[in-house]
């Protein structure tokens, strides 16, 4: 397989990475706000906490934080790949292309989300709905992606010509937002007193680019030293295995025991930015380059999944919340299968965005199919 068709097979085990981490959200409604609807309890309920179910969706909450920064990577790989051996660099022609592929299909599911809030009767003033729309809040990804790729030319030179500073400086920078997301968290459990380092503690680890801009520099330069890289690769690709699966652990480990000693258990259990996580996030992308020639089940599905992927991202959301709560209100009783309950709305929440596009590439308005999903 080629490595452009690998990096799209990646893209594609992301997308289900982010559907089935959002579904766990729906599988612990089920779990401890629904309970009533199939037990004789009062709700929240929480006597299934750690029960297999709740420790099989803190595992699958955990080891899907690979997803973006896997997105990422491909995205800095591709819109560096041109750039390659041209004296000019990436050109913004290119960059605003891709910008506008981005912007467009986000707009029009954003301004439907806003639309399906407001026939549930939510309704904000117009300053909230642009502040929405500039920070990413319906769909934080784009947002974060298209700052990037404005980014892009002047990284490219960088990547080109010190690739290995160009890591290590963003690879420090994304190391000491971790840091700071650490002091932030055990500070405040021990009562500490930031005074004015207090606001670089709470403003730094939030500003998305410094936080994710290390895995786009990664798949840049990955791009283009590309001979070196496969070289590279191949030689500690057992060792990139090993590395990833202990990091997996860790990270799973590591957000259990931060779960007992705070109250941030959604953070830990969700978040990249633990040193686990992030290190096992870098050993996902890396590995899976590294066996490129192992097939994975399904693979060409998969690979289909890489291909259509914004769009799926763009509406997966929506169409877990909707299958989370039609299934509630018709098949209540599949809401104690607290795991099959998930995997059903993580095949709706992919099927039915596949669905949409068929469809809408069979009919006329095939040409606006671009628009739509990117």
Known sequence: MSLMRRLLLLNGLAILAV????????????????????????????????????????????????????????????????????????????????????LVPYLIWSLATFASEAIEGLRYDWQNYVSRLLLGDVFFFVPLLCKLYLLAPFIVPLAQKRSRRLLVGLGLLLFAVVALFYARLYGDLIGAEWGGLGLVISWLPNSAVLRWAFFFALGMVCALHLSQLKDWLAARRWWLLGATVLFGCLSVLEAELAVHATSAADWWRSSPFTVPSTLYAIGVVLSFLAFGEVKLPLQRYVYDLGKSSLGIYLLHYKVLEFAARGLQKILPGLLAYTIPFVLVIVVLAVALPLALMWLVEKSPLRRYHRYLFG
Do not use: C, E
């Open 19 to 102: 559907v089935a981490h959002h579904a766990t959200r729906w599988g612990y409604t089920a779990m401890f706000w629904w309970t009533d609807r199939y037990l004789p309890v009062a709700v929240p309920n929480y006597d299934q906490v750690g029960s297999a179910a709740d420790i099989t969706l803190a595992i699958v909450r955990k080891l899907t934080v690979f997803a973006v920064p896997a997105f990422l990577f491909v995205s800095g790989f591709f819109v560096t790949y041109a750039a390659r051996g041209s004296g000019g660099g990436l050109k913004w022609k290119t960059v605003l292309t891709r910008v506008v592929g981005l």
